[in-house]
Nanobody, 115 residues
């Protein structure tokens, strides 16, 4: 069982920045992959960025060049640095961890970008 706790969401103006954090209850180096997803009302949850155990990262086209995923293994935490935020980035962001055959989700954190 893996518990994930997100933080860092909030309200920011267009062009601003936020950093999301996701703290895991176990050593993240034992987790196969972690990532950030987002889900707008009425839409499916979509991948924003992911980081594999070996450090390989992957980004949605819509956030490439603006968002950066990183991790601090000593703190069992991954981050999502979000720069040049746009109103269309407004939604709830979720942290996900894949450990073995199981997937775990955090509770979500709201990001709101005002125009």
């Amino acid at each position: 069982q893996v518990q994930l706790v997100e933080s860092g969401g909030g309200l920011v103006q267009t062009g601003g920045s936020l950093r999301l954090s996701c703290a895991a209850s176990i050593n993240i180096f034992s987790i196969n992959a972690m990532g950030w997803y987002r889900q707008a009302p009425g839409n499916q949850r979509e991948l924003v960025a992911s980081i594999a155990k070996g450090g390989t990262t992957n980004y949605a086209d819509s956030v490439k060049g603006r968002f950066t995923i990183s991790r601090d293994i000593a703190k069992n935490t991954i981050y999502l640095q979000m720069n040049n935020l746009k109103p269309e980035d407004t939604t709830v962001y979720y942290c996900k961890a894949i450990s073995g055959r199981a997937a775990y989700w955090g509770q979500g954190t709201q990001v709101t970008v005002s125009s």
